[in-house]
């Protein structure tokens, strides 16, 4: 038993389906009055439907080099999430087609544990985790060319981190 191997893969779907009605918009539902018992105009209704699915896959590893002294720890996970819209409006609203928000993810982590007699471990480990977004709304900057956006993009980084730790059991 000094070789513990471990593997999973989720998957996870959700959806959202929102239905709004346009006050806003040019004619015909420009300043539209919403009364009770006053008929809504169907040329100012909006649906957006958006489907989230998403998987990870993940394996790890932990070895005992050596009985109650040393083991080595690694774990990998990929994780790959596509979000899609579809939208759908009267021609009047001008609603269009927007791109699908993908996000991918690798991390990658080793540890090792160090016991140094019995009650008193150091470990040192090491993990990297690369983001990617690709977010249309936060790449692409503003479609209206009169407004100042704020400049922002997709949350994509790369991260080394290494740490130190001591445990103590009594």
């Known amino acids: 038993e000094a070789l513990s191997l471990t593997g999973f893969f989720t998957y996870d779907r959700m959806t959202n389906d929102q ?33 989230d699915q998403g998987y990870t896959v993940g ?3 932990d070895w005992m080099v050596i009985e109650d002294t040393l083991k080595l720890i690694f774990d990998y996970a990929y994780s790959h999430t ?9 021609p009047a609203l001008g609603a269009e087609p927007v791109p699908d928000v993908v996000s991918t ?20 480990g090491y993990l990297f985790e690369k983001f990617d977004n690709d977010d249309f709304a936060l790449d692409t900057g503003s479609s209206l ?15 080394h981190s290494v740490g130190v730790s001591t445990s103590l059991r009594f």
């Open 19 to 51: 239905t709004g009605y346009e006050r806003a918009a040019p004619a015909p539902c420009s300043a539209a009055d919403i009364l009770p018992g006053g008929a809504l105009n169907p040329a100012c209704f909006w649906n957006v439907n958006t489907l």
């Open 59 to 61: 394996v790890g590893a």
């Open 82 to 90: 596509v979000t899609a819209y579809e939208c759908e409006a009267a």
């Open 105 to 124: 993810l690798h991390s990658f982590g080793v540890r090792t544990d160090y016991t140094i007699m019995e009650g008193i471990t150091v470990s040192l």
């Open 145 to 159: 060319p009169a407004v100042i956006t704020l400049g922002t993009q997709s949350l994509d980084y790369t991260v």
